[in-house]
């Protein structure tokens, strides 16, 4: 695979392209012979070539970034597919990384790429039923309550697909994945000012589309 030549997927450069690393599953099972070492190092070791601290990495990551994709594609298979472009564009542009965020923050902004790119690809508008699975709930609670429950994630998961994926992304981070402005900004690749207005309007929308549940 050394011999493939082309621009990167993100990129647009004319480099050669690095050989596509074996597939993620065999990644995932890799024996993690670096698992102490944290992810500047593995990221380092990566982009000269080791597959085994790429498997550590794409390991410690892939649970958060395929919620991510989940919530802004809105069905699992998709968002599969966009981790998995996005963890084969890492790998690719892992030598052109200059470690000026965390590895982490990276590979959020890629996958949103990836993301955001597949909408702006997709043929029809999302199907409002095509919504995530809503989040477990308390095993103890009354099964009224546990319907209750269930039906206001739910209305959440519409509520927050039918709002722009500029503004979703923004409250995903935020809201479900704990960034920070500065850090939502580098992912989207935008101004803190900016991030903080798209804040403002998923709330609000949200809100508003919520009310009825309050």
């Known amino acids: 695979m050394r011999n493939q030549t082309g621009p990167s997927p993100l990129h647009g450069t004319t480099r050669p392209l690095r050989p596509a690393p ?8 890799a024996p993690d ?49 966009a981790v998995q472009d996005a963890f084969l564009s890492a790998w690719r542009r892992l030598p052109d990384f200059r470690h000026t965020s965390s590895f982490g923050t990276w590979m959020y902004r890629i996958v949103t790429n990836c993301c955001l790119n597949a909408l702006r690809n997709r043929p029809q508008p999302l199907s409002l039923d095509a919504v995530p699975e809503p989040p ?47 850090e939502i900004a580098l992912v989207v690749g935008t101004t803190e000012q900016t991030v903080r ?14 009310r009825p549940w309050r």
């Not at 074996?22 to 099972?29: G, K, S, V």
């Not at 709930?137 to 209750?148: H, K, L, W, Y």
């Not at 039918?162 to 402005?181: D, K, S």
Request: hydrophobic share 50%.
């Open 136 to 182: 477990a709930v308390d095993a103890d609670s009354s099964p009224p309550r546990m319907a209750e429950t269930r039906a206001a994630a739910a209305a959440l998961m519409r509520a927050l697909l039918e709002i722009g994926p500029e503004l979703r992304v923004c409250w995903v981070l935020r809201e479900l994945h704990g960034l920070h402005y500065e």
């Open 197 to 210: 207005g798209r804040l403002f309007r998923a709330r609000r929308a949200l809100m508003e589309a919520m």
């Open 22 to 29: 074996r597939t993620l599953a065999c990644l995932a099972a």
């Open 33 to 81: 012979t670096l698992r102490d070492a944290d992810d500047r190092v593995l990221a380092i070791r990566a982009s000269e070539g080791d597959e085994e601290a790429f498997a550590l990495l794409v390991r410690r990551h892939s649970s958060r970034l395929l919620a991510l994709a989940q919530y802004l594609l809105g069905n699992r298979a998709d968002a599969e597919d």
